[in-house]
């Protein structure tokens, strides 16, 4: 506890050294005497004013023009906090100067007397957590005061954490801040001027909670070198880095909400960028002229874009793009990521995009580049490990340009979802596309009438016209397309994956050197699929137009369909997995690898050239409980004959094995004309002196070709009615049933 007492002095001004105003607690420098700053922390302690003379319980001064040779230095800062705080009396600011604003921040405590600010610079603010039981005393050259209950108390919008001076305008608090500062936003506010991040700041706005709204927008002029037309947006950050938190910000045209210069733009978790014009002009929300955007906050168009960046890097980690605003006619809409080199041209250096999080909702092309625009030397290239990402009414990433796309990481399976409802997940013309990992689906709303074979007039049109025809493929490749879009090879490699189109492909590939009466494109290909699972309503896999050199780029991978065509030539054997219903067909070297991961009832197919006609190969299993006995790999139409029983426990009777419900005998042999998986049936018997128990008996069948016999019970005991029922295959009828005592 602090408590003033009065003295007799009546000074009511800091003058000098020696004549110092009453109060509890004076902060503050003004004669050369005191050459430091002053700043004071009051933590859970209780100041009261001394009890006559009406003097204050807290006053606050700093140098002023009269004070230091006209040449103020040094400045006053007070910070009172804690729960247990009480200030009992008044509190009064004072003197001061443009170079050395005085502050006062009070929060948590409670303030029983009145604010009184006969400064014209300092600044008082009484935050959201004070209790505040006085009035507040200014004129109109009052600095500003700030009490959270009273937001329109000295119209105050913002606070610079760092220092505590409290400003009437954002721009003013910005303009003032020093490397490092924070700028806290102290109540929603209407912007009628676009907001200026100067050169070399590192500012970061804490919206406090509220709604930044910014009216207007100034002209951002790119780089001499660079063919970016000039735009407009309501925010450019020309700092070294601009941090957003904990808010809102709203541009209400239709320009960019934030251009970032060649500085870092970070939009936190917690904040909203969010762009509420109706009128599609194809701006976006955040331009990045070469800079460094990292975002895992909500980013929202309501008739335009997400993020455009010439050059620079953007990393997404979280979050949220969405621009999904659509027009049919003219066809238009919003893009969530669009990707191009610094210079807008192929001769400038290409963006770098990683994108591992978050989620990217865009009604025209979630992400896209241009062969124009974003290659070249040093093209633009993107990561994605993680995040979902869509685009409703066209392709989700369109990728024509030089660069690498790569989607998920190599060693792992996981990665990124990327759907497509009415086009396909990925469409690719040039440049490089490798995927890991991550689950591809294309046109997953389309239906049986959108369903297109690749034909000769599709290829034709790929040949005449650019841009994105959208097939509804998990992945399109479109090889020698035409001029523009043969100035880099074009690489696919997918080593794993999950690719699905219900109404078309998982991959279809194309080669438009197939077109009708065309010029020949020189452009080099390459095509490899090494894993990865693929299911699609018209095939897991087309090359149908394609060279036949070049269709021989499959060497591993899950099928819905046999893609024996476009194997190459060391893969000798197919596996047909009944465990793996959608995608049943895998591709091995040889016959024993596939035998090595065969399940049972699977069917292996070797069609290695020493074998000539390809030959089928059936599993047949043999079961012990819950363990594989034994495997056999029987050529179709071949004999299998039961082997004799396996080990069991010494109070166990072997029975017999069974297929199907029914009991055969070891020594039983069949013709093989499909997968069997036979299990081996006991039945439990006393031990020597245990006791007695009911003996039961189990049915020897002798069964022709043509059927099979159901018994039950398998193991009837003494007087048990037993069933017989005989199951002819298809062609076959029961010709006669004997029974017989067992012998």
């Known amino acids: 506890t602090l408590t003033g007492k009065f003295n007799g002095s009546d000074v009511t001004s800091w003058t000098d050294g020696n004549n110092v105003p009453m109060a509890a607690l004076v902060v503050g420098s003004q004669t050369n005497a005191y050459k430091a700053n002053a700043v004071c922390d009051v933590v859970n302690t209780t100041i009261n004013a001394p009890t006559v003379n009406e003097k204050p319980a807290v006053y606050v001064s700093s140098n002023d023009t009269k004070h230091n040779n006209n040449n103020p230095e040094f400045t006053a800062k007070l910070n009172i ?5 009480e200030i009992n009396g008044d509190m009064v600011v004072a003197d001061g100067s443009e170079a050395q604003k005085a502050s006062v921040v009070v929060e948590d405590a409670t303030v029983t007397g009145d604010i009184t600010n006969n400064s014209e610079v300092s600044s008082i603010a009484l935050l959201e957590t004070v209790t505040f039981n006085g009035t507040v005393t200014t004129t109109e050259t009052s600095g500003p005061v700030y009490v959270a209950s009273d937001e329109n108390a000295g119209n105050v919008v913002a606070m610079n954490a760092d220092t505590g001076l409290l400003y009437k305008t954002l721009q003013a608090a910005i303009d003032e801040a020093a490397s490092g500062d924070t700028v806290t936003l102290l109540k929603d506010i209407a912007s009628g001027a676009a907001i200026i991040i100067g050169l070399n700041q590192d500012l970061t ?40 938190r904990n808010g809102t910000i709203v541009g209400d045209s239709a320009a960019a909400v934030i251009a970032n210069r060649s500085g ?14 109706d009128i599609y002009n194809n701006s976006a929300i955040i331009v990045n002229l070469g800079g460094t955007v990292e975002t895992s906050g909500q980013l929202i168009s309501t008739a335009n874009c997400g993020i455009r960046t010439y050059g620079g890097t953007v990393n997404m980690t979280g979050g949220r793009i969405e621009a999904t605003y659509f027009n049919e006619d ?13 210079g807008y041209n192929n001769e400038s250096a290409g963006a770098k995009v990683t994108i591992s999080g978050g989620t990217i909702d865009a009604a025209v092309f979630a992400i896209s580049t241009n062969n124009l625009y974003s290659g070249g030397g040093n093209p633009s290239n993107l990561t994605i490990t993680g995040g ?9 990433i369109y990728w024509p340009s030089a660069g690498t796309l790569t989607i998920g990481t190599k060693g792992s399976t996981s990665g990124p979802t990327i759907n497509s409802p009415k086009g396909s997940s990925v469409e690719i013309c040039s440049g490089t596309l490798n995927v890991y990992g991550g689950t591809l689906n294309g046109g997953t709303e389309m239906t049986s009438d959108d369903s297109y074979a690749t034909d000769q007039s599709l290829v034709n049109g790929y040949r005449k016209n650019s841009g994105s025809a959208g097939t509804g493929d998990a992945v399109t490749v479109i090889s020698r397309r035409g001029s523009g879009y043969d100035t880099a090879q074009l690489n696919v490699n997918i080593e794993g994956g999950t690719f699905t189109s219900p109404q078309n492909y998982g991959v279809r590939y194309m ?34 137009f394609v060279k036949e050199d070049d269709k021989d780029f499959i060497s591993g991978g899950n099928y819905s369909n046999s893609v024996i065509d476009y194997l190459t030539d060391d893969m000798t054997a197919q596996l047909y997995s009944t465990s793996d219903p959608e995608t049943p067909y895998s591709y091995y070297r040889d016959v024993a690898a596939a035998q090595n991961a065969a399940g049972p009832n699977d069917v292996i197919t070797d069609f290695s050239p020493d074998v000539g006609t390809s030959v089928t190969y059936y599993t047949i299993t043999l079961n012990n409980g819950d363990t594989v006995y034994n495997k056999y790999f029987i050529k179709a139409n071949g004999s299998f004959t039961l082997p004799s029983a ?24 069949f013709t093989v004309t499909k997968p069997m998986t036979f299990d081996a049936m006991w039945t439990e018997v006393s031990s020597s002196g245990s006791g007695s128990s009911d003996p039961s008996y189990s049915p020897v069948l002798d069964v022709s070709d043509g059927g099979t016999i159901k018994v039950s019970p398998r193991t009837p005991e003494a007087g048990d009615k037993v069933t017989i029922t005989p199951d002819p295959d298809s062609g076959y009828e029961v010709g006669e049933v004997t029974v017989t005592d067992r012998s």
């Open 81 to 85: 906090s804690g729960t247990n705080t």
């Open 205 to 244: 706005l804490d919206l406090g909670g509220h709604t930044l709204t910014v009216q207007k927008t100034v002209s951002v002029v790119d780089d001499e070198e660079s063919n970016v037309e000039n735009f407009l947006a309501h925010i450019v950050n020309n700092g070294d880095s601009l941090v957003i």
């Open 264 to 277: 870092t733009l970070e939009i936190k978790s917690d904040a909203t960028i969010q762009s509420t014009s």
């Open 330 to 342: 003219p066809w238009g809409g919003g893009s969530g990521l669009t990707i191009f080199n610094r």
């Open 388 to 396: 979902t990402v869509t685009a409703v009414e066209s392709s989700t």
């Open 511 to 544: 080669d438009c050197n197939l077109a009708e009466s065309e010029t020949k494109i020189e452009q080099t290909v390459d095509v490899k699929i090494t894993g990865g699972s693929f299911d699609g309503g018209i095939a897991a896999v087309d090359a149908e």
């Open 646 to 669: 396996p080990s069991g426990s010494s109070n166990q009777r072997f029975d017999g094995w069974s297929l199907y419900g029914t009991l055969y005998q070891p020594g039983q042999t």
